[in-house]
C-alpha cells in the first residue's frame, strides 16, 4: 500500500491581528505545493485582535483542496483570541 507524502504547513499567528494572520495564511498556502500530498494545516497562537473564526482557515482548506491536496487535516487547537472578552 502507497501512502502519499505529507505537507506539513505551520503558521504562528502570536500577536497578529486576524486579518495580518488572514494575509499569512493566504501567502502560506500560496506558496505550498499541495498537489499529491496529505496537507497537515497547523495554526497556532494568540491573536492580538479579532477572532480565530475570521482568519478564514476554512478558505485556506478550500484552496489546498481545489489544488490537489489528496487530502486537508487542520490543526487550530492552539488558536485563539488575545481578547479575553471574545
Known sequence: MEVAPL?????DVGGMTAEGA???LGSLVSG???SDT??????????SHGRP???GVQGAREALE??????V????RG????NPSQ
Open 79 to 82: 488558536l485563539r483570541s488575545g
Open 53 to 55: 473564526t475570521d482568519i
Open 32 to 34: 505550498a505545493e499541495p
Open 73 to 76: 487535516f487542520v490543526n487550530r
Open 22 to 24: 488572514a494575509d499569512s
Open 38 to 47: 496529505i496537507v497537515l494545516l497547523r495554526v497556532r497562537g494568540a491573536l
Open 7 to 11: 505537507t506539513v504547513l505551520d503558521l
Open 66 to 71: 481545489e489544488r490537489g491536496a489528496r487530502a
